[in-house]
């Protein structure tokens, strides 16, 4: 996946990095941060921001060459040691 690539509604990406290491939890997440996820094993970088909801941590992509302007909303959530990433349909 580029960042050319279309993303899959209701696919679920896996998150290999956060800020350069592997996750270790979803605390990992809030704040500004780096999240690298894999598509069919091809890895795309996403800059943004991520805050604590119930089931996850809600994650803002922002574009930096548009300000920083938010241009996706991610799901980000852990199971049994494994962290997925849901892009989100928000209106």
Do not use: C
């Amino acid at each position: 996946m580029t960042e050319d690539d279309p993303v899959e509604s209701g696919l679920s990406y896996a998150v290999t990095h956060i800020d350069g290491h592997a996750p270790g939890s979803l605390d990992d997440f809030t704040g500004e941060v780096q999240v690298t996820v894999t598509k069919h094993g091809t890895p795309t970088q996403l800059v943004g921001v991520g805050g604590e909801v119930a089931n996850g941590v809600r994650f803002y992509q922002k574009d930096p060459s548009l300000n920083d302007r938010d241009i996706r909303v991610w799901m980000i959530t852990e199971s049994a040691g494994n962290f997925r990433a849901q892009p989100l349909s928000v209106f």
